[in-house]
C-alpha cells in the first residue's frame, strides 16, 4: 500500500520557523523525486519546492532562501524546512511523488502520482 504521510505543520507567529516531513511507502522511494506544494483557500495548488533522486534541489519563486527541502534516501523522508514565515505562507502544505521515469521538472501537480493528505500551516502577525 502506498502511503505519504505528512506532519510537522501547525500555528507560527511570522517570522517563526516550522520543518514539515513526509514519509513514503510502499515504493521504491529512491525512484521517485519529491515535491512540497501549497494550497490556501480558493487558490491553486503552488509549488513549494522539489527534490530529484539524486537530490538535485529546486524552489518556487516566493521561496528564495527561506524554504530548504532535503531527503533522506535510508528512512524514505523528506523535509522542509520553513524559516522566516510570513502571513502569506499560511496554507494546507503537500507532499507529492513523482516517478522519476516521467521525466520533465517538479513544477507542475498533475504530474505527481502520489499525494499525501496534506498538513496545515498558519502563520499569525
Known amino acids: 500500500q502506498v502511503q505519504l504521510v505528512e506532519s510537522g505543520g501547525g500555528l507560527v507567529e511570522a517570522g517563526g520557523s516550522l520543518t514539515l516531513s513526509c514519509a513514503f511507502s510502499g515504493v521504491v522511494f529512491n525512484n521517485y523525486n519529491m515535491g512540497w506544494f501549497r494550497q490556501a483557500p480558493g487558490l491553486e495548488r503552488e509549488f513549494v519546492a522539489g527534490?530529484?533522486?539524486?537530490?538535485?534541489?529546486y524552489s518556487g519563486n516566493f521561496a528564495n532562501d527561506r524554504f530548504t527541502i532535503d531527503r533522506d534516501n535510508a528512512k524514505n523522508t523528506v523535509t522542509l524546512r520553513m524559516n522566516n514565515l510570513r502571513v502569506g505562507d499560511t496554507a494546507v502544505y503537500y507532499c507529492g511523488g513523482k516517478g522519476w521515469s516521467r521525466g520533465g521538472g517538479l513544477y507542475t501537480a498533475r504530474e505527481y502520482d502520489y499525494w499525501g493528505q496534506g498538513t496545515q500551516v498558519t502563520v499569525s502577525s
Open positions: 527534490i530529484q533522486w539524486h537530490s538535485q534541489r
